[in-house]
């Protein structure tokens, strides 16, 4: 118990806390002025937008995956399933530049998306993308112990019944696989807020239009603007703290829904 205070405290605890007392020396005028500019107000919509935004693409493609991977047998699914990790082990610059090569208007996909009228990089949509790639084997990993452990005789003793499949999925299945889909969003979308190295070839990087907040605060940085840096940080980490403190709440709940009478 002592060593894993002690080991959260160092990991943890004392950074924060070191953020926080670096952020009580700066300029209350200061500070309210860098946390409202409209560059940093930008940056933030984008970085918690596209990361929502992100997120809830995983929740809902990263649970249909989980369900092909486990329930249906298919050529090369081992394959298949090995690929899910590759964000956690590819470098994020190696993910960016690849997904810029992809996307950009000359690339293999992003030529065919041009015609259509559609511009994936150097826009809010690039970031998207990145934030979806990275944050997909969070969902997936999430879901699959649950969906192996949930025996298919349910589905096939609800089929027996007469329940349709969509009747079976949203009434028998979704409710047992919708607290572990709820952290995997909840780690995707963690992942997203603090996303820097494949976000930064595909964004482009241009101020209040395609700046993350991560990279707004690397550029505080090279300009020795610590106090800036440091009042966007920690704004930044307070926010991200509160959602994701609102999302494992409400994951929680729906995990143990309060019973009533």
Not at 49 to 65: D, H, P, R, S, Y
Not at 72 to 77: E, T, V
Not at 173 to 192: Q, S, V
Not at 208 to 219: A, F, H, Q, S, Y
């Amino acid at each position: 118990m002592g060593f894993t205070l002690w080991y959260l405290g160092l990991l943890l605890l004392i950074p924060l806390g070191a953020l926080v007392l670096k952020a009580a020396t700066v300029d209350p005028e200061k500070f309210a002025a860098t946390i409202t500019s409209g560059r940093t107000l930008a940056a933030f919509r984008l970085s918690f937008g596209a990361a929502l935004v992100a997120a809830c693409i995983n929740g809902v493609f990263g649970l249909l995956l989980a369900w092909v991977l486990e329930r249906y047998d298919f050529p090369f699914k081992r394959l298949v399933d090995g690929l899910v990790d590759l964000p956690f082990a590819l470098p994020t610059a190696v993910a960016g530049i690849a997904l810029t090569t992809l996307y950009a208007g000359n690339g293999w996909v992003g030529r065919h998306l041009a015609v259509l009228g559609v511009q994936v990089a150097y826009t809010p949509l690039g970031v998207v993308a990145a934030l979806t790639f990275v944050g997909l084997p969070f969902v997936v990993r999430t879901v699959q112990p649950v969906l192996r452990d949930l025996p298919a005789a349910i589905e096939e003793a609800s089929a027996s019944l007469g329940a349709g499949r969509l009747q079976t999925f949203f009434r028998l299945i979704f409710p047992e696989l919708l607290p572990a889909a709820a952290t995997g969003f909840t780690l995707a979308f963690a992942r997203g807020l603090g996303e820097y190295g494949s976000v930064i070839f595909i964004s482009g990087n241009m101020p209040m239009k395609t700046e993350i907040t991560p990279l707004l605060i690397m550029i505080k940085l090279e300009e020795y603007d610590y106090a800036g840096a440091t009042a966007i940080a920690l704004v930044f980490l307070a926010i991200s703290f509160a959602i994701l403190l609102a999302i494992n709440a409400l994951s929680l709940r729906s995990a143990h829904p309060v019973r009533r009478g």
